[in-house]
């Protein structure tokens, strides 16, 4: 079947827009990696409602834990820090040849990030009063204000990581692969204080020295890859085997979680500080990734496989940033006008795999909604050039707002 006059235009329009250096293998594996964010939120991303008609949180993963190695699949978390480091390599150094320095650089690089996140903060802002006065229930914007921010993290430990770049750069390129390992170790030293022996006696926070070396780990070898240290495919080989014999010792042997993210109601999460589970499966990934480079650059040779791919490209932080909205536009409407009865696979409780199937059914609709919202916002993408300064001044105090009611109510 043929594609439509005006698409077979738009895709010519972007092949022929595509350099030729192009890195297509690479784009296609950030691609993935961020459509697995809202296909796992919207998957695990389940609601009840109480006696008022208000929506609260609850995850599939509660009642359903043989499906925890689904999350495997869809925590793709090490996919995307390994092709952003690639990226961040590419990009640094052509910097430098150009003469731009690497101040110059991180700056460019978190305004790309942060005008996005700007922007979703206030919009919340403006929508939670809004929501408020049709009558929608306190403990409903409570919900959608946990999903908002839920993604937001992410963004800020990839900004801090984004900010280590120059340093990380020269560790990849006079060590290579052994740079990522002061990473693992890292994790590795503080998940045996916090499980081992002697854990009752360690601080509740002794977790969060993993945030960094954490998330940075996959990032890390992006850099290697980056500097062309990580293109052999033996190193392909020994990150995937390694990486798998390590997740597998850690799940039989170490007793880890096998969820890759939280569930509600358990005392340990691999995610939300990384575990060294992450790691491994960050590992592991990122050995596929090398593996499978040349294929699938190959594939996404065919014009009709890569203009999706740009796309997606195009609209990553407008993904990140508003698929939960997406979710909410959906369920918030339907908890107010069913009466107060919970509708099958969106606000009924998420406890059995009928509901699973369901979700499945509403995963369509979730991204035509945000498909719209991104028509909408994908604006805090571009560059705000022309943008009066009292409208960003007003983006920044509601931003500040919708900050302050999170801390406030989260």
Do not use: K
Request: hydrophobic share 60%.
């Amino acid at each position: 079947m043929s594609l439509p006059l005006d698409v077979r235009a738009a895709v010519t329009a972007i092949e022929a827009r595509t350099p030729a250096h192009r890195d297509r293998a690479v784009d296609g594996l950030r691609a993935l990696a961020l459509l697995s964010v809202p296909a796992g939120h919207w998957l695990v991303g389940g609601f009840t409602l109480d006696e008022t008609g208000a929506l609260h949180n609850a995850s599939p993963l509660a009642a359903l834990g043989a499906l925890a190695p689904a999350s495997w699949f869809f925590q793709l978390l090490g996919i995307f820090f390994l092709v952003g480091g690639y990226a961040s390599a590419l990009s640094l150094r052509r910097a430098r040849e150009r003469g731009t320095g690497s101040g110059a650089w991180l700056r460019g690089r978190l305004l790309r990030l942060g005008r996005p996140v700007l922007g979703v903060a206030a919009g919340w802002a403006v929508l939670l009063p809004l929501l408020s006065l049709a009558g929608v229930p306190g403990a409903t914007l409570r919900t959608a204000s946990v999903l908002v921010v839920q993604p937001l993290w992410f963004v800020g430990v990839y900004a801090v990581i984004t900010a280590l770049t120059p340093y990380a750069l020269r560790a990849a390129e006079r060590a290579g692969l052994w740079s990522a390992l002061p990473l693992l170790t890292a994790v590795a030293v503080v998940d045996a204080l916090r499980y081992g022996p002697f854990a009752e006696a360690m601080p509740s926070w002794l977790g969060l020295l993993n945030l960094l070396p954490g998330w940075l780990f996959g990032y890390q070898l992006g850099l290697v890859w980056g500097v062309g240290r990580l293109s052999r495919r033996a190193a392909g080989w020994l990150l995937l085997g390694g990486g798998a014999v390590l997740f597998a010792v850690l799940l039989t042997v170490f007793g880890y979680p096998a969820s890759m993210v939280g569930v509600p109601g358990e005392a340990r999460t691999n995610s939300h500080p990384p575990s060294l589970l992450v790691l491994a499966l960050a590992a592991a990934q990122s050995g596929v990734a090398v593996l499978v480079r040349e294929r699938l650059a190959a594939l996404l040779a065919r014009p009709a496989l890569w203009a999706p791919v740009v796309v997606i490209n195009l609209s990553a932080m407008t993904i990140l940033c508003w698929h939960q909205s997406a979710m909410l536009a959906a369920a918030i409407p339907a908890a107010a006008l069913n009466g107060g009865a919970a509708v099958a696979g969106l606000t009924a409780d998420p406890a059995t795999l009928g509901w699973v199937a369901l979700r499945l059914l509403w995963l369509p609709l979730f991204a035509v909604l945000l498909l719209g919202i991104g028509a909408l916002t994908r604006r805090f993408e571009q560059p705000w050039v022309g943008v009066p300064a009292g409208r960003r001044a007003l983006a920044g105090v509601l931003a500040a707002a919708f900050s302050l009611y999170t801390f406030a109510v989260v």
